[in-house]
C-alpha cells in the first residue's frame, strides 16, 4: 500500500513538472504578455473620450377638458385613452422643431475642438475665444464648413481654412474671410494665453437640421410605467454639462409650447 502511495504521489510530481515546465521555459514571453496588456488597458482608459449617462424625469399634466372627452370615447372603446396621450406628447417633446430650437439656442452647431497628438477634446463652456459670423444666420445655420485656430497671443493669431493650408496672422476682434463669409475671433476673458499659446484649434460648424436630427436620434424618452404620465429622457453625452444643457433646454422649450398653445 505504501508503494502504491508513493508512486502516485511521484507520478503526480512529474505530471506537475511536465505542466510547468513550458511556462517556466518561456516565462519571459508570459511576463511581457501581461505587460502589455497591462499597458493596452492603460491607453484605452487614458484615451478613450468616456460617455456620461444624462437621466431626467417629467411629468405630463393633461387638460381636464380634454381628459374628460377623451375618457368617455375610451369607454366606448374608439381610443387608448390617456395612454395615447402621454405617446402624442412624447412624439411632441422629440420633434425635430423642437431640437431644432435647442440646437440654436445652445449654439450646438458650433463647436470648438481642441486638437492633440493623440487625442481631440470638445470644448463646450471653455472655449477660450468666441467665433462670430457676420453671414446671416440663414447661410450659416444651413452651411456645413470648419476653419483652424492656432493661438499666438493675447492680440493675434493664425488662421487656416484647411488644416494643411499656409496660416495667416489675424487679430482678435477683426473680420476674416472665408468661404462661409467673414467671421470676427475674439478672445475670452478667461483665455489664459500663457497655457494655451500655440495650441491648435479646429472650428467645426455644422447645419442646425443636422445637429437637431443626431439629438432625435439619440435621445431615448420612454414612459417609466404603462399606466403612468411619468417619462423618461435619457442622453449619453462625452461633454456632462452639454448633455444637461440639452436636456434641460428641451424640457423649457416643451413648457413653453404648452402655455403658448393654451
Known amino acids: 500500500l505504501m508503494k502504491t502511495e508513493n508512486s502516485e504521489a511521484l507520478h503526480s510530481n512529474e505530471t506537475n513538472s511536465d505542466l510547468l515546465k513550458p511556462i517556466l521555459k518561456n516565462w519571459k514571453w508570459f511576463v511581457a504578455s501581461i505587460f502589455v496588456a497591462i499597458l493596452l488597458a492603460f491607453l484605452y482608459i487614458r484615451y478613450t473620450v468616456p460617455e456620461y449617462g444624462i437621466h431626467a424625469k417629467?411629468?405630463?399634466?393633461?387638460?381636464?377638458?380634454?381628459?374628460?372627452?377623451?375618457?368617455?370615447?375610451?369607454?366606448?372603446?374608439?381610443?387608448?385613452?390617456?395612454?395615447?396621450?402621454?405617446?402624442?406628447?412624447?412624439e411632441s417633446l422629440n420633434s425635430r422643431m423642437n431640437l431644432m430650437k435647442v440646437v440654436e439656442e445652445l449654439g450646438l452647431n458650433t463647436k470648438v475642438i481642441a486638437l492633440g497628438s493623440i487625442k481631440n477634446t470638445v470644448l463646450y463652456d471653455d472655449q477660450p475665444f468666441n467665433v462670430n459670423f457676420l453671414a446671416p444666420d440663414s447661410i450659416v445655420q444651413k452651411t456645413?464648413?470648419?476653419?483652424?485656430?492656432?493661438?499666438?497671443?493675447?492680440?493675434?493669431?493664425?488662421?487656416?481654412?484647411?488644416?494643411?493650408?499656409p496660416f495667416t496672422k489675424e487679430s482678435f476682434g477683426t473680420p476674416i474671410a472665408s468661404s462661409l463669409g467673414d467671421l470676427i475671433i475674439t478672445p475670452k476673458s478667461t483665455l489664459d494665453i500663457e497655457k494655451l499659446k500655440g495650441k491648435k484649434y479646429?472650428?467645426?460648424?455644422?447645419?442646425?437640421?443636422?445637429?437637431?436630427?443626431?439629438?432625435?436620434?439619440?435621445?431615448?424618452?420612454?414612459?417609466?410605467?404603462?399606466?403612468?404620465?411619468?417619462?423618461?429622457?435619457?442622453?449619453?453625452?462625452?461633454?456632462?454639462?452639454?448633455?444637461?444643457?440639452?436636456?434641460n433646454t428641451l424640457i423649457s422649450i416643451y413648457n413653453q409650447n404648452a402655455v403658448d398653445d393654451k
Open 202 to 247: 479646429k472650428v467645426k460648424v455644422s447645419p442646425i437640421a443636422n445637429v437637431a436630427e443626431y439629438y432625435q436620434r439619440n435621445i431615448l424618452i420612454t414612459v417609466t410605467d404603462m399606466l403612468s404620465n411619468i417619462i423618461s429622457i435619457n442622453l449619453n453625452d462625452a461633454v456632462q454639462k452639454r448633455g444637461k444643457d440639452v436636456i
Open 58 to 90: 417629467i411629468k405630463i399634466l393633461e387638460d381636464q377638458n380634454s381628459t374628460s372627452e377623451l375618457g368617455a370615447f375610451s369607454d366606448l372603446g374608439v381610443l387608448g385613452g390617456g395612454r395615447n396621450n402621454v405617446q402624442d406628447e412624447i
Open 144 to 165: 456645413e464648413h470648419e476653419f483652424f485656430v492656432t493661438l499666438d497671443s493675447q492680440t493675434s493669431f493664425d488662421f487656416a481654412n484647411e488644416e494643411d493650408a
